[in-house]
């Protein structure tokens, strides 16, 4: 069964920088199309980022130049670099193995102006 943990959210000052880490177990790790999602208060969930197995990434418009996804398949990791946070990127964030199509439980970052 596939596990994706989430770690590294937290409460940042506006123009800080947090790094997300997802961990995922029970997968061809290297192989997964890996996504990072977010849910805002009051909205949908929405696409962040994404990285396939040949370390391609994109991004949403939102996020682009602020935000980097990466990925470690030696230690089943992806990671997302936010920098520049502003109020308004504050949410849960979500690591999605598109793959297969599992979650994980979230982490929630808040950044206050």
């Known amino acids: 069964q596939v596990q994706l943990v989430e770690s590294g959210g937290g409460l940042v000052q506006a123009g800080g920088s947090l790094r997300l880490s997802c961990t995922a177990s029970?997968?061809?790790?290297?192989?997964?199309?890996m996504a990072w999602y977010r849910r805002r208060p009051g909205k949908e969930r929405e696409w962040v980022a994404s990285?396939?197995?040949?370390?391609?990434?994109d991004y949403s418009n939102s996020v682009k130049g602020r935000f980097a996804i990466s990925r470690n398949n030696a230690k089943n990791t992806v990671y997302l670099q936010m920098n520049s946070l502003r109020p308004e990127d504050t949410a849960v964030y979500y690591c999605?193995?598109?793959?297969?199509?599992?979650w994980g439980q979230g982490t929630q970052v808040t950044v206050s102006s």
């Open positions: 029970g997968t061809t790790f290297s192989r997964a199309f």
């Open positions: 999605n193995d598109a793959t297969q199509n599992y």
């Open positions: 990285i396939n197995s040949l370390q391609e990434t």
